[in-house]
């Protein structure tokens, strides 16, 4: 299969897909990959869903232009608004963050999901379909956790702050009884071990970039075996991208390089 | 005069200038303004100067077809990045925020003036360049305080959390002396009860939305004595910018339209 040696695309609005990049870059170490992360628009999670789904086609189109032969959507707001329009348009398999969230988050309830994620992914309730999609008598509570975001990206996940941010965010869900949590924003995963102190051991986390990359595995055929090219592509802020993304990946940021969609 | 009567166009890129906005138009309740915020493409805060330069050009645009006859570019960033390209090819008075900012903090300071920013401004050193062009003997230390954004915008600003980041973020430029604390950043003044908690009675505060409304007042000749309007443009997602400036404004917000750049 052809496909399969082609460069897997990773797209996100910014630097929080990197917790797929990595999950993805584990999963399939010998296989290429190309993230695009759109800094100069971002963040994409106040912004409607016509804006995003325009702003996700253009990435797509660029990425396809590089020849991916799959496309990563590591944005859980982008997934959730533009998916479809994705599906319909590509002619590649396009795997989104949402739905492997759902399946994990249903295989390990008893009955009561809590999702954390932002404010344009909790309106579009994507989470709450897909999940009662797999399992109708399923109840889930969707709540935005704004705040994560920066937290995440200025490098203060684990302070006391971020404790108590989670504290406030997460008080709700553990009140309403959730015994799972899905952590629908590509950026919490960098505050998964504050929120599991805050959590505690009696809900289970699903952890959006882990499931995805879990799919991308199961997606793609046959693995390479060669050398693995990691290029980074941003449409703004250079620098900045590569201070965050090495935090988030813990190591050097090689081939990177500004694009213009 | 004609052009006293043309509204004046005040410019952000998101609701951050809302704090600008409402102090010109306390000052000049008889005015009619046009707020136009970017909201498709904030923060700016992070961006590189020349797409904030480029963004900023398109949104002036925009307001002198609609007529105005002064520009306040009521964003720290953009001030800093397209200030001077925006007054070399605009055929109106063009009024910043970082001018007005630094000459109130030098009427003010005994010597060492800290200056809190976005990442985009503290890199620009446009407070220090426009403090030392007026005293060069001042002393200015400035320093990113990124998270105060997300605080204001999602209605934390007065909490037990924003009170912990002010203390962080403060503490550094309390132990260099500072005397005088700029708000560089047209959100910050939604801080700025917990900021004052912090900082106590002994460092004088700085806002520049107060000291640009003043800039504004003394730049319009005659005063309008009719009815003002107030007309709010916005990129995307008119109903978060219509809740997030109901909140900043203390009103409903009327007279809301999307535009395209």
Not at 180 to 195: A, D, E, M, N, W
Request: charged share 20%; glycine share 8%; aromatic share 4%.
């Amino acid at each position: 299969m052809e496909r399969d040696a082609s460069p897997i695309g990773v797209f996100d609005s910014g630097v929080g897909g990197l917790t797929v990049f990595r999950e993805i870059a584990r999963a399939l170490p010998h296989h290429s990959l190309i993230y695009l992360g759109d800094s100069a628009r971002v963040p994409y999670g106040t912004k409607s869903a016509e804006t995003v789904t325009r702003y996700t086609l253009q990435a797509a189109s660029h990425l396809l232009d590089r020849g991916i032969g799959m496309l990563v959507v590591a944005c859980n707001t982008a997934t959730a608004a533009a998916l479809p329009a994705l599906r319909e348009r590509l002619p590649i398999p396009v795997i989104g963050v949402v739905e492997p969230g759902a399946r994990a988050a249903v295989a390990r309830t008893r009955g009561r999901v809590g999702v954390i994620a932002t404010e344009g992914t909790v309106r579009s309730k994507a989470y709450t379909k897909a999940i009662r999609l797999l399992d109708p008598t399923i109840e889930v509570i969707e709540s935005a956790a704004p705040l994560f975001v920066s937290l995440a990206e200025e490098g203060w996940a684990n302070t006391h702050v971020a404790r108590e941010v989670a504290e406030i965010y997460l008080e709700p869900l553990l009140d309403a009884g959730i015994d799972t949590l899905v952590l629908g924003c590509t950026h919490y995963p960098i505050l998964r071990g504050t929120i599991e102190q805050v959590v505690g051991e009696g809900v289970s986390i699903v952890d959006s970039a882990e499931t995805t990359a879990a799919c991308v595995l199961a997606a793609v055929g046959t693995r390479s075996t060669g050398a693995a090219k990691h290029t980074f592509l941003v449409t703004d802020a250079e620098e900045r991208f590569r201070r965050i993304a090495g935090d988030f990946l813990s190591r050097e940021i090689e081939h990177l390089e500004l694009v213009s969609l």
